[in-house]
């Protein structure tokens, strides 16, 4: 038996939990989220170790994740599942940033 679980989103429109995930608007939240921390992350190496820039530069734009936790709050999603998945989001994120800033740095010592 599946049953596929729906809630009515903050712009009116019906998300199922899997819809939720596809939506332009879930993958826009993503993208800002992304391109926030490669953004403050690459300031940040100039002033900050690579450890230290690996560390703070999600919490520099942690607001914008807190958003996307917001915006799955109008979902079917359990509390520990919406967790799992913003815990996700921010690990992959996390590897974007270190793989931007090792880019970085080895263009700067070429």
């Given at each position: 038996?599946?049953?596929?679980?729906?809630?009515?989103?903050?712009?009116?429109?019906?998300?199922?939990?899997?819809?939720?995930?596809?939506?332009?608007?879930?993958?826009?939240?993503?993208?800002?989220?992304?391109?926030?921390?490669?953004?403050?992350?690459?300031k940040m190496l100039d002033m900050a170790s690579f450890a230290e820039?690996?560390?703070?530069?999600?919490?520099?734009?942690?607001?914008?994740?807190?958003?996307?936790?917001?915006?799955?709050?109008?979902?079917?999603?359990?509390?520990?599942?919406?967790?799992?998945?913003?815990?996700?989001?921010?690990?992959?994120?996390?590897?974007?940033?270190?793989?931007?800033?090792?880019?970085?740095?080895?263009?700067?010592?070429?």
């Amino acid at each position: 038996m599946v049953m596929i679980l729906w809630s009515q989103g903050a712009n009116g429109v019906e998300l199922g939990s899997s819809t939720l995930l596809e939506s332009a608007e879930f993958e826009r939240m993503k993208l800002r989220y992304q391109r926030c921390v490669l953004s403050k992350g690459r300031k940040m190496l100039d002033m900050a170790s690579f450890a230290e820039t690996v560390e703070l530069a999600p919490l520099d734009c942690h607001r914008d994740l807190l958003k996307i936790k917001q915006f799955m709050l109008n979902s079917a999603f359990k509390s520990n599942v919406m967790d799992d998945l913003l815990a996700a989001i921010a690990e992959g994120v996390k590897i974007d940033l270190v793989n931007s800033l090792l880019e970085q740095t080895l263009r700067e010592e070429s």
